[in-house]
């Protein structure tokens, strides 16, 4: 059949091209990488800007298999990819100087608390989402606020926003009551409670009684509820 033998051979031609497509593509990585080579053009460095949450070797990783290949055939497109898809990374910029060496700019997401679900503690960045799991008893994370309760999450950067920066090394933890306010619980154990829809002012009188008191009557304190505008109760220590 004269049809079957022309579509054949058309299918023929069309596989021929792609081999010599595919031959060619090889043959050229060949001669490349083959002058680099001569010429020392080679990957034999990877320098990788100082970072807190993402280890180096987690980068080095993606290039372990160019070293002492052509620097001009390392695919930075497909690793940058690779790499943002890291948990941390908020922006990444990698150079290559076209001699021997990579250069990688990492911005990691900056957590801004850690938010705890009755079960693990999890970093959270600005816009309330979940960065990563945090192991307290591996690092210090005091200068981070944690927060407890059914969608304390969702009103986390609401908060902390209002918080001034007198209070915010002095806050443990804050927890969402009944989904409606916020609790305090400062790092000496007392105990805050914010108006509902005054946290501003709330924070604002505590602000004003811990100018006009000294540390040690602070210290008596067990807790302040400043739910009332313009009042403050206080609770001491042992008093009933």
Do not use: C
Request: proline share 2%; hydrophobic share 40%; no cysteine.
């Amino acid at each position: 059949n004269l049809f079957i033998l022309k579509l054949l051979i058309f299918i023929f031609l069309i596989l021929y091209q792609i081999y010599k497509l595919d031959f060619l593509k090889i043959r050229s990585y060949q001669i490349v990488n083959q002058l680099s080579q001569n010429f020392k053009y080679v990957l034999k460095d990877v320098e990788i800007n100082n970072l807190m949450n993402i280890e180096k070797q987690q980068i080095n990783f993606f290039f372990n298999s160019y070293y002492g290949e052509s620097i001009f055939l390392i695919p930075i497109s497909k690793i940058s990819k690779e790499i943002s898809k890291n948990k941390w990374v908020k922006e990444i910029k990698i150079n290559n100087n076209f001699r021997d060496t990579i250069k990688i700019y990492i911005e990691e997401k900056k957590p801004l608390g850690i938010f705890y679900d009755e079960k693990k503690y999890f970093f959270f960045d600005e816009n309330n989402k979940i960065i990563d799991e945090v192991n307290l008893t591996k690092t210090d994370y005091s200068d981070l606020i944690k927060f407890k309760g059914k969608n304390s999450l969702k009103h986390a950067n609401e908060l902390v926003n209002l918080i001034p920066s007198l209070v915010k090394n002095q806050i443990e933890y804050a927890i969402f009551i009944n989904d409606r306010r916020w609790d305090i619980k400062l790092k000496n154990e007392i105990l805050l409670k914010l108006g509902e829809n005054k946290i501003k002012e709330s924070f604002e009188n505590y602000v004003k009684i811990y100018n006009n008191i000294s540390i040690k009557e602070f210290e008596e304190f067990e807790s302040i509820d400043l739910r009332m505008p313009n009042k403050a109760i206080i609770k001491f220590k042992n008093n009933d």
